[in-house]
T-cell receptor, first 115, second 111 residues
Framework: DSGVTQTPKHLITATGQRVTLRCSPR?????VYWYQQSLDQGLQFLIQ???????AKGNILERFSAQQFPDLHSELNLSSLELGDSALYFC??????????????FGEGSRLTVL | EDQVTQSPEALRLQEGESSSLNCSYT??????LFWYRQDPGKGPEFLFT???AGEEKEKERLKATLTKKESFLHITAPKPEDSATYLC????????????FGGGTRVLVKP
């Protein structure tokens, strides 16, 4: 158990809809990262928040947005969903602002299926 | 653009049959190379960080090495519980906190 909690574990929705994925980081970790894992693209970095502020942005679509709340939990919002958005979405956390040791603690993921 | 290529895509081993996984990378200034293990239905689990060519790290039956262009993950006398997907990732100096992952190697160790 990494200590990172993600909900929901599974989500099935239709094209055009909007969903919210939630992540609670490990106790004491201030950074939250969101990754997307699909069969053809592998694990892709989306965005990082540190103590409520956006710190780094990767290949995140404009239809996607994220935020980190004062209690440090984070939400990833996916809107106008397309079939290609079907993937596993992972949240990871780390103690500091930078990945100095490379050690990220990943949750078990939220599997999104868009029909 | 930073690139990470892992080979082979899949590997079937008999218990006790040692082997190596390859991670080739192209990055403009390497800050670190990382190995993760991912079990089915789970998130990746951190294994090692390597920072410079010549560096080696060991953990139980796993040993990771790094050169200027690639990294190897050696699995010595594997057991069925070593079955997993092994992911390699790089962090470039210019990329900040973005990790670029390879596609992974699926390892199956049969008893």
């Amino acid at each position: 158990d990494s200590g990172v909690t993600q909900t929901p574990k599974h989500l099935i929705t239709a094209t055009g809809q909007r969903v919210t994925l939630r992540c609670s980081p490990r106790s004491g970790d201030l950074s939250v990262y969101w990754y997307q894992q699909s069969l053809d693209q592998g694990l892709q970095f989306l965005i990082q928040y540190y103590n409520g502020e956006e710190r780094a942005k990767g290949n995140i679509l404009e239809r996607f947005s994220a935020q980190q709340f004062p209690d440090l939990h984070s939400e990833l919002n996916l809107s106008s969903l397309e079939l290609g958005d079907s993937a596993l979405y992972f949240c990871a956390s780390s103690p500091g602002i930078s990945i100095s040791t490379g050690e990220l603690f990943f949750g078990e993921g939220s599997r999104l299926t868009v029909l | 653009e930073d690139q990470v290529t892992q080979s082979p895509e899949a590997l079937r081993l008999q218990e006790g049959e040692s082997s190596s996984l390859n991670c080739s990378y192209t990055v403009s200034g390497l800050r670190g190379l990382f190995w993760y293990r991912q079990d089915p239905g789970k998130g990746p689990e951190f294994l090692f960080t390597l920072y410079s060519a010549g560096e080696e790290k060991e953990k139980e039956r796993l040993k990771a090495t790094l050169t200027k262009k690639e990294s190897f993950l050696h699995i010595t006398a594997p057991k069925p519980e070593d079955s997993a997907t092994y992911l390699c990732a790089v962090q470039a100096v210019a990329a900040g906190n973005k990790l670029t992952f390879g596609g992974g190697t699926r390892v199956l160790v049969k008893p």
